[in-house]
């Protein structure tokens, strides 16, 4: 949370906070030393009741952060449409990331970011 929490700025405009959490996510799932990761995303319901509340906690501020970067993005005109879905769909795909992204095996997370900004912000990228 800590990176996350540093790339959050609220004069930034929508659409470079957006940027910024892109990166900032990719890198927490994508960087070696975080395997981890994909277990707590996929396997969080095996954990005791105790470490299931602490993630629940932890994953409720972690979506504020998002869903008030996607409402920045729909009230500039970026996204339209229902933004608790959007970020549903924004989180979901990156995080599936780590069932096929390969280090050094093609993109790196700067371009793999800028893909990921284009894709979602398309028609302003």
Same mark, same amino acid.
């Given at each position: 949370?800590?990176k996350?929490?540093a790339?959050?700025?609220?004069? +930034?405009?929508?659409?470079?906070?957006?940027r910024? +959490?892109?990166k900032?996510h990719?890198?927490?799932? +994508?960087?070696?030393?975080?395997?981890?990761?994909?277990?707590?995303?996929?396997?969080?319901?095996?954990?005791?009741?105790?470490?299931?509340?602490r993630?629940?906690? $932890?994953?409720?501020?972690?979506?504020?952060?998002?869903?008030?970067a996607?409402? @920045?993005?729909?009230?500039a005109?970026?996204? @339209? @449409?229902? $933004?608790?879905?959007?970020?549903?769909?924004?989180? @979901?795909?990156?995080?599936?990331?780590?069932?096929?992204?390969?280090?050094?095996?093609?993109?790196?997370?700067? $371009?793999?970011?800028?893909?990921?900004?284009?894709?979602?912000?398309s028609?302003?990228?």
């Open positions: 949370m800590k996350t929490r790339v959050v700025k609220p004069n +930034l405009p929508a659409d470079a906070q957006f910024a +959490l892109v900032v990719l890198s927490i799932i +994508l960087e070696d030393g975080n395997d981890f990761i994909p277990v707590m995303l996929y396997n969080w319901r095996c954990l005791d009741e105790v470490h299931q509340r993630l629940i906690a $932890t994953k409720d501020e972690y979506d504020a952060i998002w869903q008030n996607v409402n @920045g993005l729909h009230n005109g970026f996204l @339209g @449409g229902d $933004t608790k879905f959007a970020r549903l769909m924004v989180l @979901g795909a990156m995080n599936f990331m780590v069932t096929w992204y390969k280090p050094k095996r093609g993109d790196n997370l700067d $371009t793999l970011s800028d893909k990921v900004v284009a894709f979602f912000l028609q302003h990228a």
